[in-house]
Nanobody, 126 residues
Framework: VQLQAFGGGLVQTGGSLRLSCAAS????????MGWFRQAPGKEREFVAA????????YYSDSVKGRFTISRDNAKNTMYLQMNSLKPEDTAVYYC????????????????????WGQGTEVTVSS
């Protein structure tokens, strides 16, 4: 599967952005999906993940309550609604797909994900 993330940009503190991740191929609905981010000089970190069905979701503590992950399998697209953005949210955001054999195990480690998009940059000004 090929992934393309878009929707990043420059926003002020407290603002909102909606990221999208478009997937090619007909097997999108079989993958658990995740969002990760990497700030300058830092390691890539987990942001949110969603099961293939969309029923199970996980968030990092730093974004819980502010970000919402969702997916539309009919459109082969995953989303990340980001509200109340903070300067520390500034990073390149990547979407990724996990070919997990488990229907219910939604993983949060970057090394567990098999396919990655190219990233979209989010900058939050103070």
């Amino acid at each position: 599967v090929q992934l393309q993330a878009f929707g990043g940009g420059l926003v002020q503190t407290g603002g909102s952005l909606r990221l999208s991740c478009a997937a090619s191929g007909r097997t999108f609905s079989r993958y658990h999906m995740g969002w990760f981010r990497q700030a300058p000089g830092k390691e890539r970190e987990f942001v949110a993940a969603i099961s293939w069905s969309g029923i199970i979701t996980y968030y990092s503590d730093s974004v819980k309550g502010r970000f919402t992950i969702s997916r539309d399998n009919a459109k082969n697209t995953m989303y990340l609604q980001m509200n109340s953005l903070k300067p520390e949210d500034t990073a390149v955001y990547y979407c990724a797909a996990d070919m997990s054999p488990s229907m219910f195990e939604v993983r949060r480690g970057a090394h567990d994900y098999d396919y990655w998009g190219q990233g979209t940059e989010v900058t939050v000004s103070s």
